[in-house]
């Protein structure tokens, strides 16, 4: 049964970063994509950022440059490290995954089947 548990979060002032982690079980990371996802207050849910099996990445314009994502094969773990933080990436932040092969990534929330609990992130002073 794939799985997903997340952790960190939290309040956290503008301009500092965060790091947020992701535990997957289950499944291997091998043959999976894993994509990061956040709801802001009042909006849908979009995808931040997202790694495929063979370590392709794909980020979205609001976060580049902002947000990277690592991962621990071993521990079957990901992290998703967010610099400064604005106020509006205040959201609620889920890690999904999919079976997907090794290439395949990608932002839509539709495409992914397995979903993290979620965790709120306040940016704010």
């Known amino acids: 049964q794939v799985q997903l548990v997340e952790s960190g979060g939290g309040l956290v002032p503008p301009g500092e970063s965060m790091r947020r982690s992701c535990v997957a079980s289950?499944?291997?990371?091998?043959?999976?994509?894993i994509g990061w996802f956040r709801r802001a207050p009042g909006k849908e849910r979009e995808g931040v950022l997202c790694?495929?099996?063979?370590?392709?990445?794909y980020s979205a314009d609001p976060v580049k440059d902002r947000f990277t994502y690592s991962r621990d094969k071993a521990k079957n773990k990901v992290y998703l490290q967010m610099h400064s933080l604005k106020p509006e990436d205040t959201a609620v932040y889920y890690c999904?995954?999919?079976?997907?092969?090794?290439?395949?990534?990608?932002?839509?929330?539709?495409?992914?089947?397995?979903w993290g609990q979620g965790t709120q992130v306040p940016v704010s002073s």
């Open positions: 999904a995954a999919e079976f997907a092969g090794s290439s395949w990534c990608g932002l839509s929330p539709n495409d992914f089947d397995s």
């Open positions: 790694i495929s099996g063979s370590d392709i990445t």
């Open positions: 289950g499944f291997t990371l091998d043959y999976y994509a």
